[in-house]
């Protein structure tokens, strides 16, 4: 190769490095690094789990230009006070359930569960096809934050007993904690309804100041060790049919979001919904099984008089609701109504009628 050649080769070998170099920080990725605060301990089964999954997804799936990193309960808030956090930009979002936002607005706990109200499914359907995004969205914007539902329950159940419970005498006074609309439906018979943590239950519990409490179901009730300090586990939880939880953002870090990670939050929001489903179903089963054999926990309907007082005060509480002096949670009230009548007819022919069908042959 000729001296001349080689130098102008090199020459311009070293132009397009430079080139390179100079260009790199101009076509950079426009990074977003986002603090996630949630209502959860690390890992807990289930919630703890679905808050990370949703974090790793955001971050992935936008190929890192959207960086999500989790903080637990307590590591830059308390798990009570993430909706505030994010609300005034301490934090970008937050993983929580709306059912612990009735201070704010009763109207934020229909979309987290309902007394004798939606399942999994039915929530979704509510939220997608019947107008009931439009108003959660209207509602959280009141307080700066978009939401979104991000994970399901299913069904969970009535809760964990220290004593048996053979009437509805025997639930007045009882000391029981719960959250949403289930604590004003538990209120209306008699019980001494209190607020408090997963962990607080246990404590509670253990020292005797609770007489009863439910939290999830089998799967992450066995992780937080309810069958240690009270063996009476009742079925079903009709407060609360289903259990919604939440990825709320704040509106303004939202509103500067180019439409394409916009897309990517809603994606990761939908996708860990259905998946969180079937596995919270998947290893209630399994965890139920385990609670029987092994942990001796005494598994009780709940007795019908119970289950019908429930019934008559839940249809209160939200009937409250559609007379609230609040314009917007009369609608919010309005919409679950409606959808919930128009699907409870259908389901009654579909779901209900094949589980009925199916346990007339199987005996399950």
């Known amino acids: 190769m000729k001296r001349r050649q080689f130098i102008k080769i090199g020459a311009a070998g070293v132009t397009s490095t430079a080139a390179l170099t100079l260009a790199a920080p101009a076509i950079a990725k426009d990074i977003k690094q986002w603090k996630m605060v949630t209502s959860w301990p690390k890992n807990l089964p289930g919630p703890g789990v679905n808050a990370q999954k949703i974090a790793d997804m955001i971050t992935n799936i936008s190929d890192g230009r959207l960086e999500i990193k989790l903080y637990a309960a307590g590591e830059i808030v308390p798990g009570n006070g993430v909706f505030d956090a994010v609300s005034e930009g301490t934090a970008e979002l937050y993983h929580s359930v709306p059912a612990y936002w009735g201070s704010k607005s009763k109207g934020i706990l229909m979309f987290g569960s309902q007394p004798f109200g939606l399942r999994a499914d039915e929530q979704l359907g509510w939220l997608k096809h019947a107008g009931g995004q439009e108003l959660y969205e209207e509602m959280y914007a009141r307080f700066g934050l978009k939401a979104f539902l991000c994970e399901n329950t299913g069904p969970q159940w009535a809760g964990w007993f220290r004593n048996e419970i053979n009437s509805l005498d025997d639930l007045k006074g009882l ?190």
């Open 175 to 364: 000391k029981f904690r719960t959250t949403g609309l289930a604590s004003e439906m538990c209120s209306k018979i008699g019980m001494a309804v209190q607020a408090m943590s997963g962990r607080a239950m246990f404590q509670a519990l253990q020292s005797g100041s609770l007489d009863a409490g439910e939290f999830i179901g089998p799967w992450t009730d066995s992780a937080l060790g309810y069958y240690q300090v009270a063996k009476n586990y009742y079925w079903p939880g009709v407060g609360e049919p289903s259990s919604a939880a939440e990825l709320a953002v704040n509106l303004k870090e939202w509103e500067a979001l180019p439409d394409d990670l916009k897309h990517v939050v809603k994606l990761a929001c939908d996708s860990v919904y259905i998946s969180s489903l079937t596995e919270y179903q998947t290893n209630h089963a399994k965890a139920l099984v385990k609670l029987v054999n092994e942990h001796g926990v005494k598994v009780h309907k709940l007795p019908d008089d119970v289950i019908e007082a429930m019934g008559e005060a839940a249809k209160e509480v939200i009937g409250e609701l559609r007379e609230s002096d609040d314009d917007l949670i009369r609608r919010i009230a309005e919409s679950f109504v409606a959808y919930r009548d128009s699907i409870g007819s259908y389901m009654v022919h579909a779901d209900n009628g094949e589980m009925n069908a199916r346990n007339q042959v199987l005996g399950y």
